[in-house]
């Protein structure tokens, strides 16, 4: 009965932008680290953001720094991904996920095995 649900997913031409949101049902966020991993067509998933829930610090990638910024909102019971600049490569299925913020060792962490709850994915093409 715990979940997570991202939307926000779709098509977008390349340049262009997009916000996933991710919304927690079952527990609440307030404790928790959010981190949104990335899954291009046939390659392995990576992490692109995460924010913690302590003091809002956040964690990005190299491939998306200074594009992507994530945020969160505790009294909605939800966590965003604000994608801009969107490039072909950005496209695949992105997945959020929480960790219990005790877990971490002061910072945000891309390792999966650490986090919890995922949810079911949401899918964004990039495309012309």
């Known amino acids: 009965q715990l979940q997570l649900v991202e939307s926000g997913g779709g098509l977008v031409q390349p340049g262009g932008s997009l916000r996933l949101s991710c919304a927690a049902s079952?527990?609440?966020?307030?404790?928790?680290?959010i981190g949104w991993f990335h899954q291009a067509p046939g390659k392995e998933r990576e992490g692109v953001s995460c924010i913690r829930s302590s003091r809002n610090s956040t964690l990005h990638a190299d491939s998306v720094k200074g594009r992507f910024i994530v945020s969160r909102d505790n009294s909605k019971n939800t966590a965003y991904l604000h994608m801009n600049s969107l490039k072909p490569e950005d496209a695949g299925i992105y997945y959020c996920?929480?960790?219990?913020?005790?877990?971490?060792?002061?910072?945000?962490?891309?390792?999966?095995?650490?986090?919890?709850?995922w949810g079911q994915g949401t899918q964004v093409t990039v495309s012309s």
């Open positions: 996920a929480a960790v219990p913020d005790v877990i971490l060792a002061g910072q945000c962490i891309f390792t999966e095995r650490e986090y919890e709850h």
């Open positions: 079952g527990f609440t966020l307030d404790h928790y680290a």
